[in-house]
């Protein structure tokens, strides 16, 4: 029996596979995802399994694919995704991929290296390029100061002050050394230096203005070039020492400006040579490349279908006696069909079809895991659900009543028809444009969230449009659909005279009118539809609203409950726990019934028996439901005066049964495993001569003696979380008013305080100011009352449902149904990130 | 009680970071599985399943010990230096004191290396990433201590430990080894001051780790300068003086010249005396330096039962340092095919 409500049958099946066979069973299996594998030897060390080197060996692949993968996005080449989805390769056909992805690594490491060298000595002369440049400037600089002095003076000897005419003196010579540095360690190596050598040092430098790569690192960087001019051989070791520390490049600079310009010509020329060569490796890379980008992404997912099935194929049992891996698996009653058409496949496309495998349906005492059927519409629902707790196996599942009931406890929390369109457009679009949306954004966290749950964003748009109409709300306006009832018949100079006027429906009832002044304004027919619009321009409206919303949230509320405590039969009936309709059921459902629906009964007799002419006497519900507690019937005042006829008997009849269940819920549960184990217990001595079954039943005896102190303590406490648990859930349920109230009121106030401000000036004023706050009011609206109050009214209804409804009958302790299968194990690591 | 209140303003999410960091220190069971491992390979596969995830996944088979080190270092300085820099005043000052310790490593590994006539450009690797700075390249420029001082250590925050050293005259290996202490000595009596200043749970849980340091420093130098020709009152100036031996115990220490006698001088310390005991130098024994090791982590992990604090940071620190050692060990074992000895890591919980 499959069904809606309940998850799917499992079926405990050990599989019997031929070691030749069971690599292509499994991959048919991955394709199909229909089994989950349980772990057979959960004690067995990750590295000490039998197919670790295969697992091994996918890794090393797996990590070559990843090498190649990057190169490729490095040169920003487009990858490709295969058309279809290629079959797991065959035991043998993985050498054939592994030896492919090999030499491709092997040849664009080589590539690499080449180009790598290459590269390093570009970039060295292009150092050396600028530094010659630059250096030039230095020297001709120099070469001004100089002039008049003879030829053969050095070069180098360019200072500027009075170092130079001593050092010419003296007939000293000035060595020098020229590099390049990073920019950001001049300042360090300058200070250095001068520490160093006590200032007996000239450092020239300038930046080159555009970046350049390093050699070693292969970054671009800015860099400087810089020249130190300093005297003797000792300072020539310790400025070349700063030099290597600080990491600075360190070029060979002629003294001569002949030699100089020489070495810059061959400079030129090297580079030329150096990129024509570089051109061609870039080249071959790319050819290497691009033919790779085409098939990597098949590779990277058939990699990981061999790696997927290996570590499937780890956790089987192996019977060596047998010749054959023995699997234990959990799958759909419903799919067992498959499994073994798709084993027997497996079988054949593996040649070995001789002996096929076996399928054999075992019994366990384990708890089976929970899988619902869904599609793209529950989904999100059930995620909802199961973000609680997923649902014990077999259990009734929530989600097609949180189907509906989320949505509306959602919207009447919301209520604003005009919020609830902006979310249904934005909800459809999404839905509309699901395809091309799903691929996108996959990243962006919240957008997924929205994007995840767009079926349930459209239900509590349109959903909050209903609820948005019954209350008459479109952005805090009301709209007048079907014409008011309601009709002012004033004068002008009542009209003018007061502030506020009274709008009666029957006004000559009361004495302190006058038929006269107020005329019948009441049409006789209430507003078609929700809330009649002139209650807009009442003062009173917020009073009005209160009451009306504070008895819906009541109404919804105790339905809710009630209803859940229903399904909670269905559970009993489901799991033969027939005890428990009598010793759980009952009581809670009577308890309910004699206080909370009775109220519901009260309300609506309030409602229909009320008039308009009687409402000073209308009873105050609240006050009699205490009074029903506390059994007093007081005279005075009229509101809290008797209802009907009996009410004292029968409310304290009420009472009476509902203060029997507590007792009834608290003893009923332990006195009936009492005397179940007792009436056990007699049978037991009578089939006493069965040793061997004495022994089993006493060890499952010791297991009840333990059990039933906590029995005792665990149905006192479900007894009273639940009978407080009433109460307080009832209360909990007034957050649909206050929430519904909140929301009304904010977007009024919106309204009037930014809104209003353009349409209350005149003219063309009035146009341009409404323009401005169009802008603030709007955004403020999108950002405040629906994302805001949106999750806020999200979040509590939410709660509403865990808490409140779930809480009477769903246990929540089972564990999901999570099956071997390609598609999950892919999407899990999508091939972008 | 005022500090506890505000801890969380500024150092609440570096906290939470390091105590989750924390979390990620391989348990008894993780190494329990490490030394069963019968290739470099499996260990990688095992380490795969514990917080350091796919840290190895790049490397190329085969795998050497020397890129696990590489690679564990890595990961550690990344978490640290992660935790300097979501850090605010106080804690990024006592993270930066952390570090100096490492520069002090730093500069004598590369004026010993020096010495060796070692290429600095095969030095500089081999530096530990925390305690590198600017001017590290250019220590070979130096050839005294004092042109060491006013070259390249005067812009660090070493020099004011480094005033002491500036009378040595020669950068020899014995007197490298004296300039690390006295740099040592400097450091952690400044680090121990700094703790103290910093007061509250801080100063009570860094100064009970830091005297031990102190402490393991003093035994450590009288054990290892007997037979060095260092005379008594040399050795005595190298003890850091923030330790609970000062002042009497470092009295002893000074006069001692046996292992005996530092035994004697340890007996009248209930801590160090128990450590002493359980060492020995026969095979098979623990040697007193893991002792002093077991007794780091010990203490290490005591700081992270309370909360508030600043040796938390530290004691992640060392703790990881030691979980590394242990992993470098285990691998080397693995290795070199030796699996006697594989057990003799020092378990962290």
């Not at chain 1, 909050?464 to 306006?477: A, M, P, Q, R």
């Not at chain 2, 590489?70 to 804690?91: G, I, T």
Request: glycine share 6%; with cysteine.
């Amino acid at each position: 029996m499959t069904t809606i409500f309940r998850s799917e049958q499992m079926t405990s099946c050990q599989l019997y596979l031929q070691p030749d066979a069971a690599y292509s069973c499994i991959a048919e299996l991955g394709e199909l995802g229909i089994v989950q594998f349980r772990d057979l030897n959960p004690n067995v060390n990750s590295f000490q399994r039998k197919f670790v080197n295969e697992v091994r060996r996918c890794e090393e692949m797996e990590r070559k694919l990843r090498f190649l993968e990057s190169e490729i996005k490095k040169d920003e080449l487009t990858l490709y995704d295969p058309d279809e989805n290629p079959d797991a390769p065959k035991p043998r056909e993985m050498i054939d991929l592994e030896a492919i992805i090999d030499k491709l690594d092997h040849e664009l490491k080589e590539i690499n290296t080449n180009a790598d060298a290459l590269l390093r000595n570009f970039n060295e002369l292009t150092e050396l390029k600028h530094n010659l440049s630059m250096t030039q400037t230095f020297f001709q600089d120099a070469q001004q100061v100089r002039i008049g002095l003879s030829e053969n003076a050095h070069e180098q000897n360019v200072d500027i002050d009075d170092q130079y005419s001593s050092t010419m003196a003296t007939g000293m010579k000035l060595g020098f050394v020229s590099g390049v540095i990073s920019r950001e360690r001049i300042i360090g190596f300058e200070r250095m230096l001068w520490r160093v050598c006590r200032g007996n040092v000239f450092l020239k430098q300038a930046d080159i203005p555009d970046l350049i790569e390093d050699p070693l690192t292969g970054e671009k960087v800015h860099k400087t070039v810089f020249v130190v001019f300093f005297q003797g051989e000792q300072l020539k070791n310790r400025v070349q020492k700063i030099c290597e520390g600080f990491r600075a490049n360190i070029y060979p600079c002629p003294e001569n400006a002949n030699e100089r310009r020489e070495l810059a010509m061959g400079v030129m020329t090297r580079l030329e040579d150096l990129n024509i060569v570089l051109r061609q490796t870039h080249d071959h890379r790319q050819r290497v490349l691009l033919e790779t980008s085409k098939t990597i992404r098949t590779w990277i997912i058939k990699v990981r279908k061999i790696k997927a099935i290996y570590h499937t194929m780890n956790m089987f049992n192996n019977d060596i006696a047998r010749k054959c891996f023995i699997a234990e698996c959990w799958t759909p009653n419903s799919q067992i069909d498959t499994l073994q058409l798709a084993l027997r496949k497996g079988s054949e496309s593996s040649g070995s079809g001789s002996i096929s495998s076996v399928v054999n349906r075992i019994e366990t005492n384990q708890q089976p895991p929970t899988h619902n059927k869904l599609n793209k519409f529950t989904q999100g629902f059930q995620n909802l659900v199961d973000a609680y707790g997923v649902a014990t196996y077999r259990e009734i599942n929530p989600m097609p009543f949180v189907l509906i009931t989320f949505p509306f406890l959602f919207a009447v929390m919301f209520g604003d028809a005009g919020h609830g369109l902006i979310v249904s457009i934005f909800a459809l679009w999404m839905v509309i444009k699901e395809n091309t949306l799903k691929k996108k954004w996959r990243t962006q966290e919240v957008w997924t969230i929205f994007f995840g749950g767009r079926y349930i964003i459209l239900l509590m748009g349109l959903f909050s449009i209903y609820t948005g109409l019954i209350y008459n709300d479109v952005f805090s306006k009301s709209l007048n659909l079907f014409g008011s009832s309601w009709r002012v018949k004033f004068d002008d100079k009542t009209l003018l005279k007061s502030d506020s006027v009274f709008l009666e429906p029957n006004p000559t009832i009361y004495n302190h009118t006058t038929p006269d002044q107020y005329r019948q304004m009441y049409s006789g027919n209430p507003y078609l539809l929700g809330i009649d619009p002139v209650w807009q321009l009442s003062d009173n409206k917020i009073t009005f609203t209160n009451s009306a919303k504070m008895k819906f949230a009541i109404i919804i509320g105790i339905i809710q409950m009630c209803f859940g405590v229903i399904l909670s039969l269905w559970n009993h009936l489901h799991f033969k726990h027939y005890h428990g309709i009598f010793a759980e059921f009952l009581p809670q459902l009577i308890f309910l019934v004699c206080i909370f629906i009775y109220l519901i009964i009260l309300i609506f007799y309030k409602w229909s028996t009320y008039q308009g002419k009687d409402a000073t006497d209308a009873p105050s519900l609240l006050i009699h439901l205490i009074n029903m507690m506390l059994l007093s019937y007081p005279d005075s005042p009229p509101s809290s005066t008797k209802i009907y006829n009996g009410q004292r008997g029968v409310q304290t009849a009420l009472l009476l049964i509902a203060v029997i269940c507590i007792p009834w819920m608290l003893l009923a549960k332990p006195i009936y495993t009492i005397i179940k184990r007792r009436k056990r217990n007699n049978h037991l001595t009578v089939t006493n001569p069965l040793a061997s079954n004495d022994i089993e039943m006493k060890n499952h005896n010791a297991d009840e003696e333990i059990d039933m102190s906590e029995v005792w303590v665990e149905q006192g406490i479900h007894t009273i979380e639940y009978f407080l648990g009433c109460i307080s859930h009832t209360a909990s349920y007034l957050r649909l008013w206050a929430l519904s109230l909140a929301h009304a009121q904010l977007s009024e106030v919106l309204w009037s305080m930014i809104f209003h401000i353009g349409l209350s000036m005149n003219g063309y004023i009035g146009g341009i100011a409404s323009f401005m706050v169009f802008m603030p009011w709007s955004s403020l609206t999108i950002f405040i009352l629906l994302l805001m109050e949106g999750l806020s009214a999200f979040l509590h209804a939410l709660r509403l449902h865990w808490v409140e409804f779930q809480s009477k009958f769903y246990k929540g302790e089972g564990y999901p149904f999570v099956p071997f299968s390609f598609k999950l194990i892919l999407e899990e690591t999508p091939p972008d990130s | 009680m005022k500090d506890d209140l505000f801890f969380n303003l500024d150092h609440g999410y570096a906290e939470g970071l390091c105590r989750g960091f924390k979390s990620g220190i391989l348990k008894a069971s993780d190494y329990h599985n490490l030394v069963q491992c019968e290739t470099l390979e499996d260990l990688r596969l095992h380490l795969q399943s514990t917080d350091y995830g796919n840290f190895l996944a790049n490397e190329a088979s085969p795998l050497t010990v020397n890129v696990i080190d590489d690679r564990l270092r890595e990961k550690l300085v990344q978490e640290f230096q992660h935790l300097r820099n979501v850090s605010y005043q106080p804690l990024s000052t006592f993270l930066d004191y952390i570090t100096y310790a490492y520069m002090i490593d730093n500069i004598v590994l590369l004026i010993t290396g020096t010495l060796h006539q070692r290429a600095i450009g095969d030095l500089l690797p081999r530096c530990h990433p925390l305690g590198s700075f600017e001017q590290l390249g250019a220590i070979t420029v130096a050839d005294t201590p004092a042109q060491l001082y006013t070259a390249v250590l005067v812009d660090t925050p070493l020099a004011p430990y480094f005033i002491d050293c500036i009378s040595e005259h020669d950068l020899d290996e014995l007197n490298v080894e004296i300039i690390r202490s006295t740099l040592y000595k400097a450091y952690l009596e400044d680090f121990y001051n700094f703790c103290k200043t910093l007061g509250g749970i801080t100063a009570e849980v860094m100064c009970e780790i830091l005297a031990f340091e102190a402490d393991r420093r003093a035994f450590m130098i009288t054990i290892n300068s007997f037979d060095t020709g260092l005379t008594q009152d040399e050795r005595a100036k190298l003890y850091p003086t923030c330790g609970h031996l000062n002042p009497d115990g470092l009295q002893e220490l000074r006069r001692t010249d046996s292992y005996d006698g530092v035994r004697d001088v340890a007996a009248r310390y209930p801590q160090y005396k128990v450590l002493f005991e359980g060492s020995g130098t026969n095979t098979g024994d623990k040697t007193i330096e893991d002792k002093f090791f077991e007794y780091e982590v010990k203490l290490n992990m005591n700081a992270f039962l309370r909360q508030f604090h600043f040796g938390i940071f530290y004691a992640y620190l060392k703790l990881k340092e030691q979980e590394n050692r242990n992993i470098i060990w285990i691998a080397e074992c693995i290795a070199q095919k030796h699996r006697t000895r594989i057990d003799n890591y020092i378990p962290i919980f």
